[in-house]
């Protein structure tokens, strides 16, 4: 009977440990100890869209392609401005800016990450710098 008792006791302590254990980690698993999720905020641009951008497009063609900007200043009208962040698992940021300029109402020069006919440029302060294009007419490629 002391046996029975005994062996009872250890198999409810074995039992009380195991579901403390398992609340434990389960709460901890919440807390993003084990697993980050990604974090995408912003415009998400393509380079297939940006290719379609052509001098002299109306800021409806430019929304309908690549879509609404995230910022439209109520002080420059014909500039808006593509801002996208990306962090991974590992918190490591990624940010990419794109600037659509208009004269007039049509589409005259882009500037930042994102050119057309190309690959998107490394975020970097020098080649964001360079990375201006100025559009004209005879650019068909």
Not at 31 to 47: A, D, I, M, R
Not at 115 to 137: C, D, V, W
Request: glycine share 8%; net charge negative.
């Amino acid at each position: 009977m002391e046996l029975e008792f005994a062996v009872s006791q250890s198999f409810a302590l074995t039992r009380v440990v195991f579901l403390l254990s398992a609340v434990m980690c389960l709460g901890l698993s919440g807390c993003g100890l084990f697993y980050k999720q990604p974090v995408q905020q912003g415009n998400v641009l393509e380079q297939e869209d940006i290719d379609q951008l052509k001098p002299g497009m109306s800021k409806r063609q430019v929304s309908l392609i690549i879509g609404t900007p995230a910022i439209v200043s109520p002080f420059h009208h014909d500039r808006w401005e593509y801002v996208s962040r990306f962090r991974n698992s590992d918190d490591e940021v990624e940010r990419k800016n794109f600037t659509v300029y208009f004269e007039n109402g049509a589409l005259s020069r882009l500037e930042g990450d994102y050119q057309p006919g190309g690959t998107n440029i490394e975020n970097t302060r020098e080649q964001s710098e360079r990375a201006i294009a100025p559009m004209s007419p005879n650019d068909d490629e």
